[in-house]
């Protein structure tokens, strides 16, 4: 997600205070129990994790509204018996428990659902049989999902929709963050989707994965959707209009836009994010996929979000650019989005910034607003002290990788940043997982850096 674009005139608002030395004992809450389940997701999760999905959904006249089942190929990774999951229904987000629910799941085969909790974003599925380690087991439920009349990344405005987190996905463990409507709150882990969409023949579905098929039957059309190794799915409906083109490594570029925006500001989106496409593969490690999906609108309130394959974003380069940088910093090596938002904000600000130009700010931040503002801070603080969050996360923490490029030199950046997407590609990682990647590569100690920047939580 992009929040900068008022970060200038929060840094002029905001309180500015000396830099000070952090607090001791501030850890963000909650964050150790959590920390170890998404910095060890191939050791011993305590519930089963989706390995595939399969998803067929039929759309209204409009695609306000999405009927279908949803089902999950569960895999117990050991070493114990499992017997739940928690089903994220990050669609409820927003309007939470209302009477009829954004996203409703029922008819489940499999499991027995308990009652929707944290504001009605979590379902507590158990499962039918206790799954022992290394088996898999299928689970599969009806789903229906009614897009909000909203401009947000699950919402719609006029005949576009636009369906993000809108899919149930399980947690990766028990702990279960709330919906945070500015910044993320989601963490999943890599699997593969085959997504059927049954919707009118005039309604363009740009989405994550890849086309496989597309059968005519009158006048409606089901596109069946391939996205293997991915760890989310999100597609929009509506009458877009499209151009193509492929980056110099091979990508193929779809870019849709709505008609507010011009043929030649979608060109002109596109190609940055092929540079971004082409950099990122340069820089840190192959984007591994055959195409990416840009769908381009008015998105005033959000600027743009990430998603696998697929970004949202409004008609300008830095969200372009920084949507796309997360294919890197959040589609490719995850992150716990709530607990540490640093991991794939910043790191997807500071590639911003090497595409597009350090920020001025740069050469005298950070900016501490009070004592408990960190770039280790997770939303739990930022959610509290939203204004806080882009000079923080954005602003702050790609400072704090310009910075870290300075001191170790660019070749040692580029290096740590290669070797943190080997080793993590397609995995979840956690803060320190990131800063030993950097400690590898440098003999100069950098936990002085670290605490300057109050980057020090596990
Ligand atoms: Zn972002």
Redesign the pocket.
């Known amino acids: ?2 929040v900068l674009h008022s970060l200038s005139a929060l840094l002029l608002l905001a309180p500015i205070t000396p830099a000070s030395s952090p607090p001791e004992t501030f850890r963000p809450a909650a964050a150790s129990s959590h920390a170890a389940a998404a910095s060890s997701p191939a050791g011993a999760p305590p519930v089963a994790q989706p390995v595939a999905y399969d998803v067929q959904l039929t759309s209204d006249a409009t695609g306000a509204r999405w009927d279908g089942r949803e089902r999950i190929v569960l895999r117990n990774p050991g070493p114990g018996t499992m017997d739940h999951i928690w089903l994220r229904l990050w669609g409820n987000g927003v309007d939470g428990c209302t009477s009829t629910l954004d996203v409703t799941v029922s008819s489940f085969r499999g499991g027995i659902p308990g009652t929707p909790e944290v504001g009605c974003t979590a379902v507590r599925v158990t499962l039918s049989k206790p799954l022992p380690a290394r088996r898999t087991a299928d689970l599969s439920f009806a789903l229906t999902i009614r897009v909000p009349e909203r401009a947000d990344r699950f919402g719609r405005v006029g005949a576009y929709a636009f369906l993000g987190n809108a899919l149930p996905v399980p947690a990766i463990g028990d702990d279960l963050p709330p919906y945070v409507s500015g910044g993320e709150s989601f963490q999943s882990v890599t699997a593969s989707f085959l997504v059927s969409l049954n919707h009118p023949a005039a309604m363009a579905v740009p989405a994550t994965g890849t086309v496989v098929s597309e059968t005519r039957h009158h006048d409606r059309v089901t596109t069946r959707i391939a996205a293997p190794l991915v760890r989310d799915f999100a597609w929009a409906a509506g009458p877009f209009a499209s151009v193509t083109g492929r980056t110099s490594t091979g990508v193929r570029l779809r870019t849709w836009y709505t008609g507010e925006v011009t043929p030649e500001t979608a060109t002109g989106v596109q190609s940055d994010v092929a540079r971004t496409l082409e950099y990122g593969a340069r820089e840190y490690g192959a984007y591994p996929y055959p195409e990416m999906d840009t769908v381009i609108g008015g998105f005033e309130g959000f600027q743009g979000m ?1 998603y696998p394959n697929f970004v949202l974003t409004e008609p300008a380069a830095l969200p372009a650019v ?2 796309t940088a ?1 294919q890197w910093w959040y589609a490719l090596v995850g992150n716990d989005e709530y607990r540490n938002p640093w991991l ?2 910043s790191l ?2 500071y590639t911003t910034d090497k595409l597009l130009g350090t920020p001025d700010y740069c050469a005298t931040a950070p900016f501490w607003f009070d004592d408990g503002m960190r770039i280790d801070a997770g939303m739990d603080y930022y959610a509290t002290h939203y204004d806080f969050y882009a000079p923080g996360i954005y602003g702050d923490g790609a400072c704090m990788f310009l910075e870290l490029e300075t001191l170790i030199g660019a070749d040692k950046m580029r290096t740590a940043l290669r070797n943190y997407l080997a080793r993590n590609r397609f995995g979840v990682a956690g803060p320190a997982t990131l800063r030993n990647a950097f400690q590898a590569v440098t003999m100069v100690d950098l936990t002085p850096f670290w605490e300057r920047w109050r980057n020090t939580a596990a």
């Open positions: 997600m992009t990430e920084h949507e997360h794939d904000e997807a600000q």
